[in-house]
């Protein structure tokens, strides 16, 4: 069945019931947890983050942990460079490169070779910028396809690009985007998607959807936020043509760390973005006051980059060092996996169903479970220990950084999730008040 809302309308991916298995036996869960967790390849890289004692984190889809690299990094940066290297930093400490260096770093996890991503302005401003350039790419197009379930601030910035470029935007589930490139395609300029649903963690078909809008003539332009760094992504192989992430989510480089942008090479002469700032000019410290823009993907910078805020993502990305981002997608399948396991066995009954896809090809990183009561329950799970976040008007959401994440802290957070509505303990009073953040 499809997932209803309150008011009738329906989101996200179809919902189904949890099912317990006929006389599971209790103990099964902790001795499945112990085996996958002592088979995981990827156990000692949960070293490299900082995480609070005797909590389980599952939200980092929302705010990585910090990893062990970012402190002295950070601190560094502050003491030595800024304090005492003062403005020869820019030089001497490679503040100049860090955005096109950082850029790399995040290239390699996103299937980009080097020279096609930068990095150091906010999600936002990347999608402003690459999103608006990419239309101008198409000329005399009419259409902007984007996704009514895309993160708001996704919609907000194509319906601003559509208004500025006197261009029609049209909601088009990812689902049904092929079928109308299909039949419409000659009449659109870009189709703005993400692979990964940001409520439900369905996960949709890059190449395919990439593929539908190249046939149509159209340029594909990805929002990468709930993927990079959870799930492999070959934006080269793919033959990707603009993409955009934040740097604070599966990366784990900080809150408000600074997003990239990816554009591909043989787009990058003729990139004519918007936001023309003078860290994108061929001769910056010439000083000109007409813009001529730089070769290659430097072209795509703008403004001075929150250097702190850069060096952070940039000592953050050694986490991955010496991962395969195969291993972290077979350990994220496992461990999202074992949760919607867990929740069969432990939740039935409970009032829950799983918004997130069973198969594993149409699963991200993430798991959401509907409940009526979504906010309290998060925050009396939050209370415990055990963190995630909700969705209006009924999500609770769980992401799972494999990097970090074990099978236990799997199995206790269902646990804990089981005895807080089973016992009703998220309708005590401190669990209804609502926080401006949720």
Known sequence: MQTGTPDGTTTGAPADKLTATPDQDATAPAERAAALDAA???????????LPEGGVYLDGNSLGALPA?????????VHRQWGTDLIRSWNANGWWDAPVRTGDAIGRLIGAAPGQVVAGDSTSV???????????????RRLLLTDPDHFPTDQYIADSVGRLLGLEVRRVPARE??????????????????????????????????????????LAHWDLCHAAGALPIELDAIEADFAVGCGYKYLS???GAPAFA?????????????????HGHAEPFAMSGTYTPADGITRARIGTPPLLSLVA??????AYDDVDMAAVRAKSLSLTGFFQECADSLLDGLGFTMATPREPARRGSQVALRHPEAYPLIAALTARGVIGDMRAPDLLRFGFNALYLTHADVLRAVRELRDIASTGAHRAAAHQRRPTVT
């Open 69 to 77: 690299a970012v402190p002295p990094a950070v601190e560094d940066a």
């Open 313 to 318: 993502l940039e000592a953050a990305l050694t």
């Open 253 to 255: 480089g900080g809150p």
């Open 262 to 278: 990816y554009v591909a090479a043989r787009h990058q002469q003729a990139f004519d973005h918007p936001v023309t700032g003078w």
């Open 177 to 218: 985007a092929a079928v109308v490139l299909a039949a419409e395609g000659a009449d659109v300029a870009v189709a703005a998607y993400a692979p990964v649903d940001y409520r439900t963690g369905e996960l949709h078909d890059m190449a395919a959807l990439t593929a539908a809008a190249h046939t149509a003539g159209a």
């Open 40 to 50: 995981d390849p990827l156990a000692h890289v949960r070293d490299r983050f900082l």
């Open 126 to 140: 990347q999608l402003f910028d690459t999103l608006l350039a990419a239309a101008r790419l198409r000329p005399g």
